[in-house]
């Protein structure tokens, strides 16, 4: 399987506590994108990584986001002391040719 | 600002009926369009990009530059069509996509 990635698929977890979600991209992308995907409000970008390049971080929405790329592969996203509305699904997807390919996603749900 | 509208949330029409997936953008550079789908349950895929100039599935775009539209169309509807349709841009010479909010689109038998 050469696909992008993601885990876990499903996490649950309470307001307040800290998520890790990861993305393994496919083998020799360059580039890699974190999006959030919600109910009225389609695809958001969060942030964008190319090659060993500052990443754009524009799309964050908060200081409670962050993510890195190690070693130029796999990427995590972290939300600090999430709350309710941070729920969604969290995209990754990399790229090598300007054409991303997503990942399943990870379904983020704060109780 | 950098921005793709889609304008409908929902579309719905009856097999054979054409279809008409309205994107527009904002960009003052020269931008590429993407039409990305998501069919149920399955993840985000590719269906086509203007410079490719190709039909997928019987689907076509055409950027149109004066409109600043890269709407989405087919001339006849399949039920298996029904999915969420995201229209993309990237920026110049970078790998970036922001996309529009979706439209889903419902082919009724």
């Known amino acids: 399987g050469a696909g992008v990635s993601q885990s876990p698929s499903n996490k649950v977890t309470e307001k307040g506590k800290d998520v890790e979600l990861r993305c393994d991209p496919i083998s020799g992308h360059t580039a890699l994108y974190w999006y959030r995907q919600s109910l009225g409000q389609g695809l958001e970008f969060l942030i964008y990584?190319?090659?060993?390049?500052?990443?754009?971080k524009s799309g964050l929405p908060s200081d409670r986001f962050s993510a890195e790329r190690t070693g130029g592969s796999v990427s995590t996203l972290t939300i600090q002391r999430t709350q309710q509305e941070d729920s969604a699904v969290y995209l990754c997807a990399s790229s090598s040719t300007h054409i991303p390919y997503f990942g399943p996603g990870t379904r983020l749900t704060v109780t | 600002a950098q921005r793709v509208t889609q304008p409908e949330k929902l579309l719905s029409v009856f097999k054979g009926a054409p279809v008409e997936l309205k994107c527009n953008y904002s960009?003052?550079?020269?931008?590429?369009l993407f039409w990305y789908v998501q069919y149920s349950r399955q993840r985000l895929q590719l269906l086509l990009r203007?410079?490719s100039r190709e039909s997928i599935k019987g689907f076509t775009a055409d950027l149109n530059k004066g409109e600043t539209s890269f709407h989405l169309k087919k001339p006849f509807a399949q039920e298996e069509d029904s999915a969420m349709y995201y229209c993309a841009l990237s920026f110049y010479n970078t790998d970036k996509l922001i996309f529009g909010t979706g439209t889903r689109l419902q082919v009724f038998p």
């Open positions: 203007h410079i």
């Open positions: 990584f190319q090659g060993n390049s500052a990443p754009d």
């Open positions: 960009y003052s550079g020269s931008p590429e």
